[in-house]
């Protein structure tokens, strides 16, 4: 059976005095997640950047649902991916609100019908009254919440999310975690997971590759 995504022999260019050489890693399923963990600065967003389309391939290749997206001399655009990537920091539109950088997912969405609404990724992220409020108005905890409610109500093929909990309170964390794994399985949307938290690594990872 072919693997759902796969990366084969790559190498990911972070900067000039850093490469991350013959990486090799797949996911059999759509529903499945992996974790890349490893401390900060070692290249895992560069991983993510660059399956995201973001970033050059040097060397090797990507295939995401048996079509190549990424290689030496091809880099499908990141429009035509499908795939959604949530950044640690705040990368919401901040001339939108709340739930307009929300429903920018409905716009990106798969044919597919997500699981859940726009309302419903409101209140299971504990964002209700926050709707009207710009980006300079909320938290960082609470962008990054918002960062993936947009990203999940996409349905995309492949999921990205660097560092999701990071800016989260810790009380409001370990409850999230649970809904965010609850819906990635219903919802059976293939996902990566880049933390250096090895407790999160291993609650929602099927697999988990460690960077150093």
Request: charged share 25%; hydrophobic share 40%.
């Amino acid at each position: 059976m072919s693997e759902y995504f796969q990366i084969k022999h790559a190498t990911f260019f972070a900067n000039k005095d850093k490469k991350i050489e013959n990486v090799n890693f797949s996911i059999s399923s759509k529903g499945d997640i992996i974790c890349l963990l490893g401390p900060s600065g070692v290249g895992k967003t560069t991983i993510l950047r660059t399956i995201a389309g973001l970033k050059e391939l040097e060397q090797g290749e990507i295939f995401l649902n048996n079509k190549l997206i990424s290689s030496k001399n091809f880099t499908l655009s990141p429009e035509k991916r499908c795939i959604a990537l949530s950044f640690q920091e705040n990368c919401l539109f901040p001339h939108k609100s709340v739930i307009e950088n929300i429903s920018l997912g409905l716009e990106r969405r798969n044919l597919k019908k997500f699981i859940h609404s726009s309302n419903d990724l409101i209140n299971i992220f504990h964002l209700k009254g926050l709707g009207n409020k710009y980006p300079h108005e909320i938290s960082s905890g609470e962008a990054q919440r918002v960062s993936l409610a947009r990203s999940l109500l996409s349905n995309p093929d492949l999921l990205l999310l660097d560092e999701p909990f990071s800016n989260i309170d810790p009380n409001l964390r370990e409850e999230l975690q649970f809904r965010l794994k609850q819906i990635l399985i219903r919802a059976e949307i293939a996902t990566i997971i880049v933390t250096h938290d090895p407790n999160e690594a291993f609650y929602f990872a099927k697999k988990c590759g460690i960077i150093l």
